[in-house]
């Protein structure tokens, strides 16, 4: 179960970066006037990473699956953690993903 969330977080997570955000097309046709109807989910994709809200949500499930062993936590740290590691939010991310994974790797 663990392989196939990380590996789909993983994907997501790449395409994510390298076709939706970093896409030059895309960010010119979201400049236009009025913006295409997707611009505004962009938009929060980029606030939240501006807000290193990937590396806080990975790093307090990641504690919080630690504290209490709940497995699906530490999938969450696990999954949100590889997607904060690829959307630049390396720090708070990584520490996140590693303590779920130290959850994970118990069981």
Same mark, same amino acid.
């Given at each position: 179960?663990?392989?196939?969330?990380?590996?789909?977080?993983?994907?997501?997570?790449?395409?994510?970066?390298?076709?939706?955000?970093?896409?030059?097309?895309?960010?010119?046709?979201?400049?236009?006037?009025?913006?295409?109807?997707?611009?505004?989910?962009?938009?929060?994709?980029?606030?939240?990473?501006?807000?290193? +809200?990937?590396?806080? =949500?990975? %790093?307090? /499930? #990641? @504690? *919080?699956?630690? $504290?209490? &062993?709940?497995?699906?936590?530490?999938?969450?740290?696990?999954?949100?953690?590889?997607?904060?590691?690829?959307?630049?939010?390396? +720090?708070?991310?990584? =520490?996140? %993903?590693? /303590? #779920? @994974? *130290?959850?994970? $790797?118990? &069981?």
């Amino acid at each position: 179960m663990p392989l196939i969330l990380g590996g789909v977080a993983l994907g997501v997570a790449l395409v994510t970066r390298y076709v939706w955000i970093e896409s030059t097309e895309i960010g010119l046709s979201c400049a236009a006037l009025p913006p295409p109807w997707w611009c505004e989910a962009r938009y929060v994709v980029i606030r939240i990473h501006q807000l290193d +809200g990937w590396g806080l =949500v990975a %790093l307090a /499930a #990641g @504690l *919080l699956s630690l $504290l209490t &062993r709940w497995y699906w936590l530490a999938l969450v740290a696990l999954v949100v953690g590889l997607i904060g590691v690829v959307l630049y939010n390396t +720090g708070l991310a990584a =520490v996140g %993903l590693l /303590a #779920g @994974l *130290l959850l994970i $790797l118990r &069981r």
